[in-house]
């Protein structure tokens, strides 16, 4: 008996925004098929539009924070870091 491997879609592509800086760029999380596994980018402005519409991304909404993810040592992102001092 073979098990169904679980299938993912290349073609859904999401981006949620972190920040527009001051200096014109734009921080985001971009992600193929899966929200919850991304990379962190960072474009100018114009060149986020353009990746976007390219892309014809899914805009998500800001990440919540929780509790248990807030204790962890390992959960945490390059825009945190680059605006908290850790421990």
């Known amino acids: 008996m073979s098990e ?24 985001f999380e971009f ?3 899966e929200p919850e596994l991304f990379a962190e980018m960072l474009l100018p402005a114009e060149a986020y539009e353009a990746f976007c519409k390219t892309n ?3 805009q998500l909404g800001p ?3 929780s509790a248990a993810s ?18």
């Open 31 to 33: 992600a193929i098929g």
């Open 56 to 58: 014809e991304v899914i």
């Open 63 to 65: 990440r919540e924070a």
């Open 4 to 27: 169904k491997e679980p299938t993912v879609d290349i073609s859904r592509k999401f981006v949620r925004l972190t920040e527009r800086r001051p200096d014109g760029f734009v921080e």
């Open 70 to 87: 807030e204790e962890s040592d390992w959960n945490w992102s390059l825009h945190q870091a680059t605006h908290q001092r850790f421990r």
